[in-house]
């Protein structure tokens, strides 16, 4: 799998003329919060009769809103973009765009117990320190959630320590479990919690200490996918007493428009505003998160399944 990304940024894009109005309601991951706070203030300012009503969750719960509470949604932005092609394709939506990128860190703050200590090399070691509070979000809920947990299989791999992930697991109780990641945040500014995996992107917008992963760890660097797919684990289906397998994979972040959108045609320019190198993408770096430019689709099928209007904008994964 191959990721172009580059931070300079091409020639000002031009949304599109004419006049749009309503509400525009956007599911989204919490770690698209600032992202995507940012973006709702400049779209509205260029289009004042438009009203962005956004729900950040942990993506799975995105999904289900839509799936299981049938609540109307004009635009989904996903953690993992293999949400969307698992729980909203066919049936929701067509197509799924990839646009970010993002990695693991482990993130705490000077009130952090054992933060003199820490390293890239021990960490592990803090997390199993009785005393030590750490925590993570609910991987049947948050895309951070699984991979907070696929991080430690892979440790246990790549620092050839068999037993790493349960020792670290048993000195985690199940009330440190939050249903988002950004959730831990206020935990760890007020020193409740000594430690949490969060995406690189939170701890530098929350301005975090953090502690990088080694690259075989981290889920962020494609060149190690075949590593990662060695960590897995099974998550809540679609239905109760179903489970989805998940691997470890590189993170990439995907979007996408639903087939019922209340409001698809100012939906339809957030998203060319949003896939704009100049626009979105742009917001995306210059808060911490690597977007992919241009954002891609799995192939060119897909990438036919797109508005007109968007197609521009992507490329099909393997032209």
């Not at 969750?57 to 289900?64: H, N």
């Not at 020193?191 to 301005?207: C, P, R, T, V």
């Amino acid at each position: 799998m191959c990721f172009i990304l580059i931070s300079s940024l091409a020639s000002p894009f031009n949304l599109a003329s004419g006049k749009l109005r309503g509400k525009l309601i956007i599911f989204h991951a919490g770690s698209l919060t600032l992202p995507f706070d940012k973006m709702e203030k400049e779209f509205e300012a260029q289009y004042p009769d438009v009203d962005i009503l956004r729900e950040p969750a942990g993506s799975l719960r995105c999904a289900r809103k839509i799936t299981e509470l049938k609540k109307p949604c004009d635009i989904m932005a996903s953690a993992d973009f293999k949400i969307i092609d698992k729980f909203l394709i066919p049936q929701y939506t067509n197509w799924n765009i990839r646009f970010a990128t993002n990695q693991i860190v482990l993130s705490y703050t000077d009130k952090s117990r054992l933060a003199n200590k820490i390293t890239q090399d021990n960490w592990y070691e803090i997390l199993s320190t009785p005393g030590v509070i750490w925590g993570h979000s609910d991987p049947n809920l948050d895309p951070c959630g699984y991979r907070s947990l696929l991080v430690l299989q892979l440790a246990e791999i790549y620092y050839s320590k068999p037993g790493l992930y349960q020792k670290c697991i048993d000195n985690r109780p199940k009330e440190n479990i939050r249903p988002k990641a950004t959730d831990l945040v206020s935990l760890l500014q007020t020193g409740n919690m000594d430690y949490a995996f969060e995406y690189l992107s939170i701890a530098i917008q929350h301005k975090l200490k953090f502690i990088r992963l080694p690259d075989k760890v981290d889920l962020g660097h494609p060149e190690y996918e075949d590593f990662y797919k060695r960590a897995s684990l099974k998550i809540a289906g679609r239905k109760p007493g179903e489970f989805v397998k998940i691997e470890g994979e590189p993170i990439v972040y995907g979007i996408t428009l639903l087939k019922d959108a209340p409001n698809p045609d100012v939906a339809l320019v957030f998203l060319k505003y949003l896939l704009s190198p100049d626009g979105g993408l742009k917001i995306l770096d210059e808060l911490g998160q690597p977007p992919l430019i241009p954002p891609f689709v799995s192939d060119e099928k897909m990438r036919e399944k797109l508005p007109v209007e968007l197609q521009e904008l992507v490329k099909p994964h393997k032209e």
